[in-house]
């Protein structure tokens, strides 16, 4: 097969698949709770772009954007209002909706400001100390070893000991004090996953969506079109969401191929096994 002949495939799938992208899309932004993420991009032979990850469970979106900031991160979730895991990246400040700040970040920036000298040393080295505490509670909850009640007693202490060390090094001197005022600015999206035991402390289910697609940008670096951006966010949307409901990506492409072709919608990309055994 010919580039031009492969080029052309990637063309129709990208039709085929459009419904499906945009019902999962509209599938994740009535979710309560959803995780966001963002990579760098490469979009041409000299643009800079960023893919964006947008997932909650059981289904993951995926777009691709010339810019980083607000304007762009509004693009995916659209009107949603639950509760939002994410980074401390600015693009997302302009959200009135709940979120939770990754502790998995906290905790890399604390072990960063814990190998400093002096009194900001001292501090790093005690934030990094309580974070590992706190996920290793958090993951017992999540195993069902910790009840939810006795976590929150536990916690309330240790959110007591960690804002007061973040107060300490925003008004102390050296490097990390801007890094522990920002932090401390967010002080209330720190602790959501005490009061909400649907929230994750940390935002790794969507690092591991975003992982698919730095994959992608190292083996194939990049895109060089509009219609090559739009394939891609579609078939990463594919694999990712197939794979989180246990569905083989394969059998899903056999199956919406040919709806294209005869001008009938795809099988949604949501409770996939039940669509599929529709279609067969």
């Known amino acids: 097969m010919s580039l031009g002949g492969l080029s052309n495939c990637e063309a129709q799938l990208v039709e085929a698949l459009e419904q499906p992208y945009q019902q999962t899309l509209e599938h994740i932004r009535a979710q309560e709770v959803a995780h966001a993420d963002e990579t760098g991009w490469r979009r041409g ?18 777009m691709i954007q010339a810019g980083r900031g607000q304007k762009a991160a509004q693009k995916l979730p659209g009107m949603f209002s639950g509760i939002l895991v994410r980074d401390r990246w600015g693009g997302y400040n302009f959200f009135s909706v709940v ?6 970040h906290l905790k890399r920036d604390f072990k960063a400001r814990s190998k400093a000298g002096g009194e900001m040393g001292q501090i790093g080295r005690k934030l990094y100390s309580l974070a590992k505490q706190i996920l290793k509670m958090g993951a017992r909850v999540r195993d069902g070893a910790l009840q939810g009640r006795t976590f929150q007693r536990r916690m309330a202490s240790l959110m007591r000991r960690v804002e007061k060390l973040l107060e300490a090094g925003a008004s102390g001197k050296g490097a990390g004090r801007g ?9 209330k ?6 009061h909400d035991q649907r929230v994750e402390p940390t935002n790794n289910a969507a690092e591991r969506m975003v992982r698919q697609g730095v994959l992608r940008r190292k083996s194939r670096f990049g895109t060089q079109s509009d219609r090559g951006a739009r394939y891609v966010e579609r078939i990463l949307t594919v694999c990712a969401t197939c794979r989180l409901q246990g569905q083989s990506v394969i059998e899903y492409l056999r199956l ?14 949501i409770e996939i096994a039940g669509n599929l055994t529709k279609i067969a």
């Not at 191929?257 to 949604?268: F, G, R, T």
């Open 45 to 62: 032979n000299r643009q800079r772009g960023w893919l964006w990850a947008w997932c909650s469970a059981g289904a993951a979106v995926f």
């Open 99 to 104: 979120r939770q700040i990754c502790w998995a």
């Open 179 to 187: 890094k522990c005022r920002r932090i401390i600015r967010h002080r």
């Open 189 to 194: 999206s720190l602790w959501t996953f005490v």
């Open 256 to 269: 919406a191929c040919p709806c294209h072709l005869e001008n009938i919608p795809a099988p949604s990309l």
